[in-house]
């Protein structure tokens, strides 16, 4: 399931709102979606952000804002993360 999940329990986490704009020139597409969830829990949590992709789509890049706080992503390849663990 899409979206973001409890890493302990796997159980996904309400999505609050939602937007999504984009763009589109010659044969590149960016998007950019602004998702707010929300946890029921009263303790933080440790969470999984899961979003499904097609085999030839890029991710050039992912930034997500954790209780006002910007935390950047490191994008990294399939095949070497699949190797790390």
Do not use: W
């Not at 899961?50 to 006002?68: C, H, K, Q, W």
């Amino acid at each position: 399931m899409p979206g973001l999940i409890n890493r302990v329990t796997l159980s996904p986490l309400p999505l609050l709102t939602s937007e999504v704009t984009s763009c589109v020139s010659g044969y590149a597409f960016g998007m950019t979606a602004l998702l707010t969830y929300h946890n029921p829990d009263p303790q933080a949590l440790e969470g999984l952000f899961v979003y499904p992709l097609d085999e030839g789509t890029t991710i050039v890049g992912f930034e997500a804002a954790v209780s006002r706080r910007a935390v950047t992503v490191q994008i990294k390849d399939k095949a070497k993360i699949d190797d790390t663990y």
